[in-house]
């Protein structure tokens, strides 16, 4: 079965600093990755995906993320963070176009003035 | 545009209540489905449903109940409330290719049991 595991349940990170939040899944087919932002009090939404193609995908707000096969990760970077990025950011995969998509536990970014 | 709208926002029941959380979507997506987020375990899948008169299981299906009669609605129904099914609840939709395109979320409900 899938399962995504995001390694750290909280990241504090000062303004205009580096981040990378990290994800891992586990597959041993060809899979779709998803990153959703959940900001305070709302639902989710679609920050950036991978389906096929340049494995490095990226988001119109300055995130970033890399597909690496085989270390089975998808880890989501941005260089410099806003106080406007503080949120809930989670990992999700699915292995084919019909499949559940399955969410990791999230990682909570706060971002420090 | 609407996209998924979840109803109500805040509900507080007592145990072995009964009650439904609304969902309804204007995007004519053939799936759907519900999820509860709680803390440290992200949003675990409750029901979904690929098509009007199509409903199936998904993690943690125990004390709730699903029907879709309709494509635009997917309500979720808790028989009888317990402590455990204090949650936020997330609706999504998306098209038929749900594993390859972007869920919609509605804005959640968030239910306490007491």
């Known amino acids: 079965a899938q399962s995504v595991t995001q390694l750290d349940s909280q990241v504090p990170v000062f303004e205009e600093a580096p981040v990378e939040l990290r994800c891992n899944y586990s597959?041993?087919?060809?899979?779709?990755l998803f990153w959703y932002v959940q900001y305070p009090n709302q639902g989710l939404q679609l920050l950036l995906k991978y389906l096929s193609g340049s494995t490095l995908v990226k988001s119109i707000n300055g995130f970033e993320a890399e597909f690496n096969k085989s270390q089975t990760s998808f880890h989501l970077r941005k260089p410099s963070v806003h106080i406007s990025d503080t949120a809930e950011y989670f990992c999700a995969v699915s292995q084919t176009s019909y499949d559940k998509v399955i969410f990791g536990p999230g990682t909570s970014l706060s971002v420090i003035p | 545009n609407a996209g998924v709208t979840q109803t109500p926002k805040f509900q507080v029941l007592k145990t072995g209540q009964s009650m439904t959380l609304q969902c309804a979507q204007d995007m004519n997506h053939e799936y759907m489905s519900w999820y509860r987020q709680d803390p440290g375990m992200g949003l675990r899948l409750i029901h979904y449903s690929v098509g009007a008169g199509i409903t199936d299981q998904g993690e943690v299906p125990n004390g709730y109940n699903v029907s879709r009669s309709t494509t635009e609605d997917f309500p979720l129904r808790l028989l009888s409330a317990a402590p455990s099914q204090t949650s936020v609840y997330f609706c999504?939709?998306?098209?038929?290719?749900?594993?390859?395109?972007?869920?919609?979320f509605g804005q959640g409900t968030r239910l306490t049991v007491v």
């Open positions: 597959s041993s087919v060809s899979v779709y």
């Open positions: 999504a939709s998306s098209p038929f290719d749900r594993g390859s395109t972007e869920a919609f």
